[in-house]
């Protein structure tokens, strides 16, 4: 079972001290930030809430992020790794089993950085002019689009419109639930639900013939 890892980094040979340190330097103060944003909400904390609870000096943080704002963007930089591992290792299983698969375990992960972060997501998902958050680049449209294309191929799914437009019924589903989760004052699984509403939306792209 291949490990889902913080960082994607492909390397052709060992990375030096300094680079490793350097990594988790990164990591600490990417980490500290998430748990200050659970706790007090991303538009209440500063860099110097964040560097102070991470025991790092104010000028490390910019070493690694140019603005508060970067750690959003260093989000779906993170989440894409999660979704290029997941699919690595689901990638051979059947269409339906695929895609639960899928949905599951990379919500398992995305759910562990708390509410915060994915409320500071969504609420900036207009402030960034040059990113499109959910554009045909991210790894999460590769993803999907590559499953439904399985599911295409094995006469599963219909070949009436292309993967590109179906993936957008999913794609749309997975925002809502992430915002319906954020909203949920009640305990509830974000992975669980993802994977009940996206089967719910599959059964509406399956091929009637099939």
Request: charged fraction near 20%; aromatic fraction near 10%.
């Amino acid at each position: 079972m291949k490990r889902i890892q913080k960082n994607a980094i492909t390397a052709s040979r060992p990375l030096t001290r300094r680079q490793l340190q350097a990594i988790q330097t990164k990591n600490k103060i990417y980490d500290t930030a998430i748990k200050v944003i659970n706790k007090y909400g991303y538009e209440n904390i500063t860099v110097e809430d964040i560097t102070n609870e991470a025991h790092v000096a104010k000028g490390s943080f910019y070493n690694y992020f140019p603005t508060k704002e970067a750690l959003i963007l260093y989000t779906f930089q993170q989440s894409d790794a999660i979704y290029e591992v997941v699919y690595a290792k689901v990638c051979n299983e059947p269409f339906l089993t695929q895609i639960s698969d899928f949905i599951r375990l990379s919500y398992e992960q995305y759910e562990k950085r708390g509410k915060g972060i994915i409320k500071a997501i969504i609420s900036n998902y207009f402030s960034y002019q040059e990113f499109n958050f959910y554009g045909n680049d991210r790894s999460l449209i590769k993803c999907l689009t590559k499953i439904i294309q399985t599911g295409q191929k094995a006469g599963m799914v219909t070949n009436n419109m292309p993967s590109s437009q179906l993936v957008m019924p999913l794609l749309s589903t997975l925002i809502g639930v992430e915002v319906l989760w954020c909203m949920n004052t009640e305990p509830c699984s974000l992975s669980e639900m993802a994977v009940t509403v996206v089967m719910e939306t599959v059964t509406g792209i399956l091929n009637p013939e099939a």
